[in-house]
């Protein structure tokens, strides 16, 4: 059984940062694409990073080149999402996500982890 668990959100000022962890258990990960995606309130969930378990190739939303950053801890089995310069668009429930494989949908999802961000 895959368990995503998300944690580090909070309340911000804009301009500041935060890092989010996603701690992954289950499984191993050695194939796996992970990502993070977000929703705001009345908004659908949208694409925010992905990294490959393996070779820790990444990939990103254009809006958030830049700003945010996806990293991985093979030894934690974590996910990370630095994320600076936060705006308050910025503010929604942030999701970790996993999948089998580059073409495979996102099969697996944790909780989310609210991200408030001040003006």
């Known amino acids: 059984q895959v368990q995503l668990v998300e944690s580090g959100g909070g309340l911000v000022q804009a301009g500041g940062s935060l890092r989010l962890s996603c701690a992954a258990s289950?499984?191993?990960?050695?194939?796996?694409?992970m990502g993070w995606f977000r929703q705001a309130p009345g908004k659908e969930r949208e694409f925010v990073a992905r990294v490959t378990w393996s070779g820790g190739s990444t990939g990103y939303a254009d809006s958030m080149k830049g700003r945010f950053t996806i990293s991985r801890d093979s030894a934690k089995n974590t996910v990370y999402l630095q994320m600076n310069s936060l705006k308050p668009e910025d503010t929604a429930v942030y999701y970790c996500a996993a999948k089998r494989g580059n073409g495979d949908p996102w099969d697996y999802w944790g909780q989310g982890t609210q991200v408030t961000v001040s003006s």
């Open positions: 289950g499984r191993t990960f050695s194939s796996y694409v």
